[in-house]
């Protein structure tokens, strides 16, 4: 599509700037933050030095629409699934602009939180621990401006050792990819990482509710990326299949509960007959939700999804993607506003839904577990 080429084009402007020249890596996935920090665009080259204005980029773009427009990009690739690879170092870039540069602590989290989901969709499991413990104990936050230089050299005066463990309040104890998924360190691993909490009642209004939320969701799909690990043989009653299962259950919980609380309402079986309302559809929101929170329910739902696959059922994780394609086509019917309601100018409407990424999202996993069930023409049907 036109999105995905532009993802694709932006990126290569973006690699060629940055890897090919100093300090910075040579391969995409070495931009991970838990390997590298961007600190500077260029040798030389530092917003302490005012060879960039503080509060905007070169040119005069904004530095949130700038920020934005990295973003769409990433969710752009993410959505296709297409060199996820290339996602790092862009959201290097994000995370060196929105700490640096912009100085904002909720961009900050944000960019930080794409990156964690793009290192578990690349299999980078550890780095995606090692990120998200780091957000979860709020490490390298943004700073003024006067304190850049003194924390670069505290940087590099430390002793060896990853920098985002100084003034750690939780154990360190990183999810280990050369051991078994479920052996007795790694279990441990995913029960601190399933404790964490990112906001407090001090903290959320600065973070924003939606990177609470992604907190969430990035916990869950870590957790599932492990439980989907493919064996070369299990057997029942398993004691590691049962660790499994536990893990799954949790994340379940997790992702019904955050459903609840983006909805308003209450995540009942959709596998009930009747338990999705009238004729079959969807429960309305308790409240109004924007496009970015629309999203949220659409993967929420496909994670679902992925957790019947995993337990085996793949009729119940078809049902899961048809409750969401019924619940986006709710929202797509109440979900225009008009221009005025959103304190824009002019007469024409905007959607508040979301749109077609979503939607091919959905229909793409159908069409995988169509195929997984060996029904080709309904697979057919769904690709036409």
Known sequence: SAHLYASLFASGI???????????PTTRMDFSMDRYRLREIFVGLRESRLLLPPNSLHGGVDGVVFLNSLAFFVDTLMATNYQLARCMPLLSLYNYIATDICRDEHLAVRGRLMMVRALVRTNALQSAWRLLFSISQ???????LLETEAWDSLFNEAPEGPPMLSGATATYSPFRTQEEPFSEHNKGALNQLLGWVLEDE?????????????????????TIAICASTR?????????????????????????????EVTGNDDNDVHTPGACGAEGQAKVPARDLDEKEGEVTVEIRLMLAKIWEIRGDSGKAIQEVLYAMRF??????????????????????LRAHPGAKAWALLRRQMVNLLLSQGRHKAADAHIE
């Open 14 to 24: 973006v690699e060629a700037v940055l890897m090919n020249s100093l300090p910075h």
């Open 138 to 144: 709020k490490h390298d936050q943004p700073t003024s």
């Open 202 to 222: 001090k903290h959320l209004e600065k973070l924003g509710s939606l990177n609470a939320i992604t907190f969430k969701m990035a916990q869950a799909e870590f």
């Open 232 to 260: 070369v043989f299990s057997k029942v009653g398993d004691a590691v299949e049962a660790d499994r299962l536990g893990f799954l259950e949790k994340v379940e919980a997790k992702l019904r509960a955050l459903w609840k």
């Open 328 to 349: 986006v086509k709710l929202l797509a019917a109440a979900g225009v506003r008009t221009n005025q309601d959103c304190n824009i100018g002019g007469s024409g409407t």
